[in-house]
């Protein structure tokens, strides 16, 4: 479990357990009801700061899948000038939200850029939401994946730094209470994924790299 899981629902625990206190003593339905309703809403909170362990493919120019959640858009657009292929997945709030680096590769560039908070599985939510970008340099090519904050998911936590170099699957941060990540790779990585396609982070294969494949 990631820390900020303890943060969250450790006070809900204690917080269920002294309702569930008071209602020994006083057998008041009112009281058991609030206890288990705040018991259930730490279970979900401790649930979502789920961390498990991924085992992380070996496959050369493989790009992994930096979240979970559902492919909801492949397109191909425009970036820094460049034509380049987008691919979206959507994580809601009963997906892991711990991301992960699709590629090995050093950390070029970190860019957290203000924006609004539109539902996250919308396509405007790409360009207009909050969101995190950062760059990495692999063997094959770069990749530039985009942390994009939703409706309910007002924080974006990015545990590395400029410069750091990370392995292929390796934590690097999570968006918290349901979101969305876009992963921009050239045209030249070939997809193994199409839209409606269930996606976990740091085991699914997206595509791979095949020539050219620089963003």
Request: hydrophobic content about 50%.
């Amino acid at each position: 479990m990631v820390k900020e899981g303890y943060w969250y629902g450790l006070p809900l625990v204690l917080m269920a357990g002294g309702l569930g206190g008071f209602w020994l003593r006083q057998r008041s339905v009112f009281l058991l009801v609030l206890a288990l309703a705040v018991l259930l809403l730490a279970i979900l909170v401790l649930n979502f700061f789920r961390d498990p362990e991924r085992p992380i493919p070996a496959e050369p120019g493989a790009i992994i899948s930096p979240a979970d959640g559902l492919v909801v858009q492949i397109v191909a657009e425009e970036f820094a000038g460049r034509t380049i292929q987008r691919l979206s997945i959507f994580m809601s709030v009963l997906d892991v939200h711990v991301n992960r680096a699709p590629i090995a590769g050093v950390v070029q560039n970190i860019e957290y850029r203000k924006g609004t908070f539109r539902v996250a599985s919308k396509a405007l939510a790409s360009v207009e939401n909050e969101q995190n970008v950062f760059t990495l340099a692999g063997e094959h090519g770069e990749v530039v994946v985009k942390q994009i904050a939703g409706l309910l998911a007002r924080r974006i936590v990015f545990w590395k730094s400029l410069g750091d170099r990370l392995e292929r699957g390796e934590r690097v941060g999570m968006i918290k209470f349901g979101s969305r990540v876009d992963v921009l790779v050239a045209p030249a990585v070939a997809w193994r994924v199409k839209v409606g396609d269930r996606v976990r982070a740091g085991s699914s294969i997206l595509g791979t790299f095949v020539s050219g494949a620089e963003v």
